[in-house]
């Protein structure tokens, strides 16, 4: 089945002109002025931006944290995401010690089978590295195309592994073509605030923050990123938060190192105070790394403007107020970590980052799709739109406002911690490899439709160009 997108702004990382996309079997197989195709389904983009669809490098779907479970799954996970303008994810597969890696991924395509409507990805934890996981992840990065591995710093005697780990997991990166992420945090230090602050009687949320000040993710972040040059592999820094981090990213960066950084919608545009709300609401906005002082959001946004750091991923890992985030009244330290954000990413971005002047068109398409792709091994099948490349495409309505609210999010969670903020442009349509997901802002998806990623290695493309085959013949 073919589709002609006419009349729309097309807008990618480096281009911008005015013009039709022709879709045959989910490629973009023509672009051009004035395109006329025979049976073609036309859709009208006039008055919109199109997109490359956007790529969040960081979610937490129907994931255990904290003694629960998130609340948004595959299904309600993506279609929340296909509303907001996102048309691809890297899910985090977690792993156990003493488990084979291979039971954990079949664990993650169980959970995604059957109910993504949007493609998908996946990372690998990495717990430990002993005799046998050497053995396994590289067959499971050959098998299974999961190109980049994910070390925690912190969450002490949870996910927390120790800079060994950490340094063996960047040797093996460097050989097999992966990128190394890191929750950067100094758990063991955290871990002592923590039971002191418990010890003192300072249990509301905002001590979540206050246990886990910036100078902890700056110390942590630095420290990754020596081992990297050490290791001279790569790394990537996830939901970085604070001038302490970007400063560490930015000089690695200077000194030639491959270190990469994201942060997230909610420490660019919410702050520390947040978490002081009362009757425990608070908690609803406890994220690990926490919310900082407010004068750190134009950190991150100058960050992301001059290159220092490199996406924005969402980090969606969705815990409902009543009965999740409950759990942790009287103990700041029980509440689960996260909070919902799948839906609203690209939006924030485009409204906070674009209309306010903060980062250029051609910036945010980088920052919400292009660049996730290159780092991992998805471009350019994704996150462009160019001939031969998949058609993930957004048909943005610039001129919409709405109001961000729990009471319209399709997410399943009970709150959104964006409540009441008032957002110009809307993603109206959606399409996945040429198939509408989102229709004239109304979800047509099916689950289950949803393709399982498999990526390439870290700066090695699989194959050399093919002289044959242009059209497609990318991958
Ligand atoms: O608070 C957060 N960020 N929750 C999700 C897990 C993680 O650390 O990314
Ligand atoms: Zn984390
Ligand atoms: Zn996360």
Redesign the pocket.
């Given at each position: 089945m073919t589709k002609l997108i006419k009349n729309g702004t097309i807008v990618t990382a480096s281009d911008q002109f005015y013009g039709d996309i022709l879709i045959d079997d989910g490629i973009i197989v023509m672009i051009g002025a004035d395109l006329d195709a025979q049976g073609a389904e036309v859709v009208d983009a006039s008055g919109c931006y199109v997109f490359p669809g956007g790529i969040d490098p960081h979610t937490?779907l129907d994931m255990p944290?904290g003694g629960t479970v998130t609340k948004d799954d595959f299904e309600s996970g993506t279609i929340a995401a296909a509303y907001g303008g996102t048309t691809t994810i890297i899910d985090f597969c977690l792993t156990s010690k003493g488990v084979p890696l291979k039971n954990a991924v079949d664990v993650w395509h169980a959970k995604s089978k059957g109910k993504a409507v949007i493609d998908y990805g996946f990372h690998l934890m990495v717990a430990e590295v002993n005799d046998d996981v050497l053995l396994e992840l590289p067959r499971i990065i050959e098998e299974e195309g999961i190109t980049s591995l994910k070390v925690f710093m912190a969450?002490k005697n949870v996910f927390q592994a120790d800079d060994g780990t950490l340094f063996r997991t960047l040797q093996l990166a460097k050989e097999q073509g992966a990128l190394v992420m890191v929750?950067a945090e100094n758990g063991d230090v955290i871990a002592y605030l923590i039971e002191q602050a418990l010890r003192n009687g300072q249990t509301d949320p905002i001590y979540h923050a206050l246990t886990r000040p910036p100078e902890l993710e700056g110390e942590a972040t630095g420290r990754a990123a020596e081992l990297t040059g050490l290791a001279d592999s790569q790394l990537y820094v996830?939901?970085v938060t604070c001038a302490e981090a970007v400063r560490k990213i930015a000089e690695a960066r200077e000194r030639g190192l491959r270190v990469y950084g994201e942060t997230c919608p909610q420490y660019l545009v919410l702050d520390q105070s947040c978490l002081e709300k009362p009757d425990f609401e608070g908690a609803k906005y406890?994220?690990?790394p926490p919310l900082r002082e407010a004068w750190h959001q134009q950190v991150l946004w100058d960050a992301l403007w001059n290159g220092q750091l490199q996406t924005v991923g969402s980090?969606q890992?969705s815990f409902d107020f009543k009965g999740q985030k409950e759990l942790g009244q009287g103990d700041f330290s029980k509440i689960p970590?996260?909070g919902p954000t799948i839906e609203d990413r690209f939006s924030i971005l485009y409204s906070e980052g674009v209309r306010q002047g903060r980062i250029s068109l051609h910036k945010f398409v980088d920052i919400v799709s292009t660049a996730s792709a290159k780092l991992f091994g998805l471009f350019p099948r994704k996150g462009t739109i160019a001939i031969g490349s998949d058609a993930d495409l957004v048909i943005f309505d610039p001129h919409v406002v709405r109001t961000i609210s729990a009471s319209t999010h399709h997410m399943k969670v009970d709150y959104n911690a964006f409540e009441g903020m008032e957002v110009t442009g809307q993603p109206r349509s959606v399409l996945v490899r040429g198939e509408f997901v989102i229709r004239d802002n109304a979800f047509v998806g099916v689950p289950g439709s949803g393709q399982y990623l498999r990526r390439q290695r870290f700066n090695r493309p699989d194959r050399l160009p093919d002289k044959e085959k242009t059209i497609g013949g990318v991958f």
């Open positions: 937490h944290f969450y929750h996830v939901h406890v994220w690990s980090d890992c970590n996260g």
